[in-house]
Every structure is written in C-alpha cells, then in structure tokens.
C-alpha cells in the first residue's frame, strides 16, 4: 500500500481520547483523530469542516519511545474583576472569589512515533504538498505542541508498511543484544508480529454531527510487538538526527 511517513517527536504531545471538561487525557500513542486534525489543519481544513478525501486515509504508529506521562495543572479567571471573569452559561460571568477554573492536562513527555499513512497516491501528494507549506501550523495533539523536524520522511513510498521497518528508531540500542522490541499500532494486526497482537478499542474515529461538530466512533486497534534489528537503534539527539539525514539521503 503506498504511503508517506511521519515522524512524531517534540518537548510534548498529547493525543486526547476521551476527554471531558476541566480532564483533557491523552493516550499512549498517536490517535486517528489526532492525526486527521494535524493534516487538515495543514490542508486549511477549519475545524468542524468536512474531511472530504482525508478520511480514508489510514494510520499505522510505530512505538519509537512511549515518552513519560506528565500531568499539567491548568487555571484560568482566578484574580479578576467580575468583568473580566469567565463567561456563564446563562450569559453572565463568574462571581469573583469563585471564578477560578481548574484544569488537569495530560501530555507525553519526550515521546517518539513514526506513523505510515497510507491511502490513494493522490491524497498523499497532496498530504505533503501541504505539510511542506502548510495553511495552520501542524502540532501533535494540541496546539501547544510543536513538532520537531524533519516532520515528512521523504517522498511517497509504493510499500510505507515495509519502509515503517527500515527507519531508524529513536531510542539507545540495548547492551549486547541483536534485536530490540518495538510495538506498531494499527487498524489491523502487523504481518510481523512477534505474538498474537492485543485487541482494543479506542474512540478517535471522526464522525460529522449537527451544529459543525464532530462526534468519534470506536474502532478496534491492534498492538502488534515486533522484533527489529537492534543495528536500528540510533539513538536519540544528534545521533539520531545524523542517521536520520543518512536514510533520507539513501531514498
């Protein structure tokens, strides 16, 4: 199936799920949603607008570094005048003394992906034609959080399942073994799997519903372990960087 390749590093991260209210989650790998997001808001899609061709594009992660969870704790209102408090439901504002309101934000700290999109080449040429000049800034999960490039590995790939086995992998290479387990999470199980794949069920597939906002549907994914050369492992900063720009050169 052809496909392009994403990296997916940066400072933070966070791929929400099943967030509600003042608790913004985030899973422990990049969601379908997310990455949708990421590309439409690249291809000038505003939020709440149709997909169009982009939802049958079709993701596959591969498990760089899980990162570390981080929890940040949010307020927003506290210390104003009534005027300047948060907006009510009913039109008001907050009284002051009782404005505050208070969030809990999960990210992934220092996390690594690697996601193959596959679909038809047409949509993919024009994924990275707007992800090489892209209409919003795209961001991993949230605004707040950046990517760091390269963000495209390269041109289209006609097997982007095959090539997700042949990028270097962000991580240090363990001491004296010959090769290193790496998990990939998809739509389907990986045809190299080491074990039989776990089966779960996530809520990050969009969905049009009335008054412009998307509802998700739960789809069944698979967590697939594989057993990848330990060679791979390029490490992570400079290191990796300069593997990385030795793979791009060798396309």
């Known amino acids: 199936m052809p496909g392009i390749l994403l990296r997916l590093t940066g400072p933070l991260q966070s791929w929400g799920s099943q967030s509600r209210f003042h608790l913004r989650d985030t899973a422990a790998y990049p969601t379908r949603s997310g990455l949708l997001g990421m590309l439409a808001a690249a291809c000038g899609i505003p939020r709440g607008g149709d997909l169009g061709e982009l939802a049958q594009l079709d993701f596959t992660v591969r498990v760089d570094r ?33 404005a505050t309101i208070v969030t809990r934000r999960h990210y992934l700290a220092d996390a690594a992906f690697v996601a193959a999109v596959t679909g038809e080449t047409s949509v993919l040429e024009r994924v990275l034609h707007a992800l090489a000049k892209p209409t919003w800034q795209p961001f991993l999960g949230r605004r707040s959080c950046p990517p760091e490039q390269p ?101």
């Open 66 to 98: 899980p990162g570390v969870r981080t929890l940040d704790f949010h307020t927003v209102g506290g210390g104003l005048p009534r005027d300047w408090t948060v907006p009510t439901a009913e039109g008001g504002r907050r009284p002051e003394g009782g």
């Open 151 to 251: 963000l495209s590995l390269g041109a289209i790939h006609d097997d982007a399942l095959a090539e997700l086995l042949r990028v270097p992998i962000a991580r240090t290479a363990p001491r004296g073994a010959d090769d290193v387990g790496i998990d990939v999470v998809g739509s389907r199980p990986f045809p190299q799997a080491a074990v039989t794949p776990a089966r779960t069920a996530i809520a990050d597939d969009p969905v049009a519903s009335t008054g412009g906002e998307r509802g998700f549907r739960r789809r069944d994914v698979y967590v697939s372990t594989l057993r990848l050369p330990a060679r791979l492992c390029a490490g992570i900063g400079d290191l990796y960087l300069d593997r990385l720009a030795t793979y791009l050169d060798g396309q």
